[in-house]
């Protein structure tokens, strides 16, 4: 149990670094780079800054111990799509190799967070009992 609760916390701390500190910290102290990645991709400014937004309320849901279990579901499935869209977007657009697959290394960290968070749940935790 401990080392699944291991393979959870490093995973998830990755996809909080990645996917919510970073970009905040991009978007509050060097905000001419906040859109340094969907520019060149044809997305709309506003885009990038609802991006950020988006992606630092999911790392949120996800890291925090007292979140309901379906928003921590959808905050799983919301970042997936960012990162499964991310790959496409560079597949059609720029067609750069090392832009497509940083998005799926992104996403099999991610999987695995969401893999060993199942694990690591108590019987309790994922089917309460029925009154």
């Not at 919301?78 to 560079?90: D, E, K, R, V």
């Not at 099999?108 to 694990?119: E, G, Q, R």
Request: hydrophobic share 50%.
């Amino acid at each position: 149990m401990k080392r699944n609760k291991t393979i959870f916390w490093v995973a998830t701390i990755v996809i909080i670094l990645w996917e919510g500190v970073m970009p905040l910290a991009t978007l509050l102290f060097a905000p001419q780079y906040a859109t340094t990645g969907t520019q060149p991709l044809g997305y709309p400014d506003y885009f990038a800054y609802t991006l950020i937004i988006c992606k630092v309320l999911g790392v949120t849901a996800i890291a925090l111990p007292n979140i309901p279990a379906k928003l921590k579901e959808w905050a799983y499935a919301g970042l997936t799509f960012n990162l499964i869209f991310a790959f496409i977007s560079h597949a059609f657009v720029d067609k750069n190799v090392g832009y497509m697959l940083l998005p799926l290394v992104i996403l099999a960290i991610l999987a695995t967070s969401y893999s060993y968070k199942n694990k690591t749940q108590t019987r309790h935790e994922v089917e309460p009992a029925i009154v």
